[in-house]
């Protein structure tokens, strides 16, 4: 007999954040503390394949081969959970995820994995839901995933209810020809996942200066971006990374993200710009740089890059495009 399987991929895009999700002000429901602003990235995608059926004792994941276990395993999990709750089937899923960029490179593949797998679900199980729907789903699997739901620049919402904290497109990919060159530094595995630093973030008595602060510079973002002001949008941005990591390392316990290279390519990044290359960096939750630039510096700035003893490998990105479709079937 035949197995009835539903089944369908969908791709995503990574994202860099300008101004950070960094904190919550529901953990349950993984609502941030404040508004964030991102631009979905052209080159970091992901590519879901999510198949629910019958006859599956129990999940089974895997990611770029290998299989996911432990709590990253469930965490993924309680993400189909939700689907299941909503299509009314108890069905167990086969997941198989596989990143584009570099395996290990230390680029976060939550963003586009949740994405991709959110939209993947919802495809397969036949759901209509809106975007609006599809990003607060995404954002329940991992924070940054509400915004890879769309291309170009996109706006996270922080609310008091789950379905107000979603994210929506501000501008098209087109709009502005950013360029975010991934410095990867390190390959290395963060010792501490994004997910445990968010319950850190009020330990550290920058936090409600910080929320406060990012406030503004959403305003100071939404202009910049409404004019083409890659000043006033690349000095947001550095200054969020350095407040957002300045919470970081003044959390209880400590979390110290960046190593040597790190910080030779922030002075790096700061000496080009005092020689008038229009460059900003903004850092994760690892020891990675990005340098946001403009066209026609983004080649020259990633020549340069590549020579540095600091850095491993450089991802040039640009905008892109939300997450999509690729394939659905019903067997
Ligand atoms: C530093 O979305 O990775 O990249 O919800 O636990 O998956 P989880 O957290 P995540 O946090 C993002 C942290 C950040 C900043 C950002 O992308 O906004």
């Known amino acids: 007999m035949m197995t009835h399987i539903l089944q369908a991929t969908a791709e995503a895009g990574a994202n860099i954040a300008l101004t950070k999700y960094w904190g919550n002000a529901d953990p349950q429901q993984r609502i941030p503390a404040n508004d964030s602003i991102s631009i979905t990235l052209d080159r970091t995608r992901t590519v879901t394949t999510v198949a629910f059926r019958p006859d599956l004792p129990e999940d089974e994941i895997l990611v770029d081969g290998k299989r996911l276990v432990g709590p990253a395993g469930e965490r993924v999990s309680r993400h189909l959970g939700l689907f299941r709750e909503r299509a009314g089937i108890a069905w167990r899923a086969r997941v198989v995820s596989e990143n584009n960029f570099p395996a290990g490179a230390g680029i976060a593949a939550s963003a586009s994995g949740f994405a991709a797998l959110t939209l993947a679900c919802a495809a397969a199980l036949k759901l209509d839901l809106s975007p609006r729907e599809l990003s607060c789903l995404a954002r329940r699997g ?43 530094v390190s390959r290395a595995e963060k010792a501490v996942p994004s997910g445990e630093g968010h319950g850190l973030a009020p330990t550290s008595p920058l936090h409600t200066a910080r929320v406060a602060r990012v406030a503004e510079l959403n305003r100071q973002l939404l202009d910049a971006l409404a004019r083409r002001d890659f000043a006033a949008l690349g000095e947001a941005a550095e200054q969020d990374a350095l407040m957002m990591h300045a919470v970081m390392m003044t959390s209880r316990p400590s979390l110290l993200y960046w190593l040597p290279e790190t910080v030779a390519l922030m002075h790096w990044v700061q000496a080009r710009r005092r020689e008038g290359i229009p460059a900003y960096f903004t850092i994760d939750a690892g020891p990675n740089v990005h340098i946001l630039t403009l066209p026609p510096y983004h080649e020259m700035l990633r020549e340069e890059l590549q020579t540095l003893p600091e850095v491993q490998e450089v991802i040039p990105c640009r905008p892109g495009t939300g997450a999509r479709i690729i394939a659905e079937s019903e067997k």
């Open 142 to 184: 991992s924070g940054s995933a509400a915004r890879s739901i769309f291309g170009g620049f996109v706006l996270l919402h922080t609310a008091s209810r789950d379905e107000d904290a979603f994210a929506e497109p501000l501008y098209a990919p087109d709009w502005w020809e950013i360029w975010d060159l991934i410095a990867v």
